[in-house]
């Protein structure tokens, strides 16, 4: 798995802790959060294999919705990220005011920091840990970022009444914007092949020396390789970078991504305050969700919508989705009932942390091909592949449904 492919710990309403079943409430979120992790644990395996065995047009477009976009634009793919960064603070919305009435402020800040170190401990060793030395730790993964934005939305949402949230959200997104648009760069392009240009002209070969070495300055640019957040990557982020010479996860771009989960945190405090009723409720979330797309899509027309530094107007676009998805499922799950499909999700988001660290140590995809591969897969034929996902997906949905069933959960 790729690292901006994405990544959640699970950050529950502690509500739902002690209960035999979650609340309708939570059983939504985790529905959602349940959700969006089966794409990235089984799901878009299982499609790949379809559209491999069928060749149907409608198996090739979701396929292709499950790829990201090289650079600026969006697809599916895109949101899984974002979505659980937003339902982070959704869960904020839910989890710290409680905690606050129950155990105090000071309490609640140490709890807030020791979850974040931890699991951005667990985001380093995710990442490799030390297995390559030192040099080669990567500092900042999807797990990072993610302990990153939740320590800070929820240290914010601890101090500051959610009219001063929003206030905090839009200096992130118009902050980051302007420095992204008027700090002057380097003229340089971190690319490899850009690079090797300049080797061919100086003779120089170091990345580093041909960066320094570069005395003309412009800026407004959002090129991969060639914009402030990549360059300040380079010179300053320490370890192993994903992207060589930068880091999708990087430094500049986090401070965007603490707005996506500021987004939650208001979203999910609007709900708990507001006095609409249930069906209205979904209603203005949906209305909000295509706002916040609207209003993305036209800011992309500057600041182009940009996954990999995480731009503002991506912030927009992708957190307009998220309200949409959160407005539909609350309106099929809360106030509808409609309960019985979303029970395999509900699985999977209760243990959002544990069931991505399975599916990447475990490897359902392998132990599948044990157990349906070789001479089975050979047999069926053309189908062979399609089986052995649908093996994979069975596997996941077991798994989190034997931790759910006996009260399993990993949580920080």
């Not at 090289?70 to 899984?80: C, K, N, T």
């Not at 931890?118 to 730790?137: A, R």
């Not at 994903?242 to 965007?256: H, I, V």
């Amino acid at each position: 798995m790729n690292s901006s492919a994405t990544a959640i710990p699970e950050i529950r309403d502690s509500a739902s802790r002690d209960a035999n079943r979650p609340t309708e409430r939570v059983m939504s979120l985790d529905a959602l959060r349940g959700f969006d992790m089966f794409w990235i644990a089984g799901g878009g395996l299982m499609v790949s294999a379809l559209d491999r065995w069928t060749s149907n047009p409608v198996f090739g477009f979701v396929k292709n919705q499950l790829t990201h976009v090289s650079w600026a634009g969006f697809r599916f793919y895109d949101l899984i990220f974002p979505l659980f960064v937003f339902l982070v603070g959704v869960s904020i919305a839910l989890s710290v005011p409680r905690s606050l009435e129950r155990h105090g402020r000071a309490r609640t800040v140490r709890h807030i920091l020791v979850r974040g170190v931890l699991l951005f401990l667990v985001g380093i060793f995710y990442s490799g840990g030390l297995s390559g030395g030192w040099g080669e730790i990567r500092v900042l993964g999807v797990l990072n970022r993610i302990a990153i934005c939740y320590t800070a939305a929820a240290l914010l949402f601890t101090f500051f009444q959610p009219r001063w949230l929003v206030g905090w959200a839009l200096a992130f997104l118009v902050g980051y914007w302007a420095l992204m648009t008027w700090v002057p760069i380097r003229d340089i392009k971190l690319q490899s092949a850009a690079l090797a240009e300049l080797t061919a002209r100086t003779g120089e070969t170091n990345a580093a020396t041909l960066f320094a070495n570069t005395t003309t300055r412009i800026s407004g640019q959002f090129e991969p390789g060639y914009n402030l957040s990549n360059h300040l990557d380079f010179q300053y982020l320490p370890g192993r970078l994903y992207d060589r010479y930068w880091d999708p996860e990087g430094l500049l771009s986090t401070l965007p991504a603490i707005a996506s989960c500021l987004l939650g945190v208001l979203a999910g405090w609007w709900q708990l305050k507001s006095s609409m009723k249930p069906g209205q409720r979904s209603l203005a979330l949906l209305a909000a969700g295509i706002l916040c797309v609207a209003l993305g899509y036209l800011w992309g027309l500057q600041f182009p919508v940009v996954k990999k530094i995480w731009t503002s107007s991506f912030v927009l676009v992708a957190g307009g989705y998220s309200l949409i998805l959160r407005g539909i499922f609350h309106q099929i799950i809360d106030v509808w009932g409609w309960r019985t499909w979303c029970q395999p999700f509900v699985w999977i988001g209760a243990n959002a942390l544990t069931i991505y660290l399975a599916a990447s140590f475990l490897n359902f995809r392998r132990v599948a091909d044990r157990l349906a591969g070789g001479p089975i897969k050979a047999a069926l034929g053309p189908a062979g592949d399609t089986v052995v996902a649908l093996v994979a997906v069975a596997l996941l949905f077991a798994f989190a449904r034997f931790l759910y069933r006996r009260k399993i959960f990993l949580r920080l």
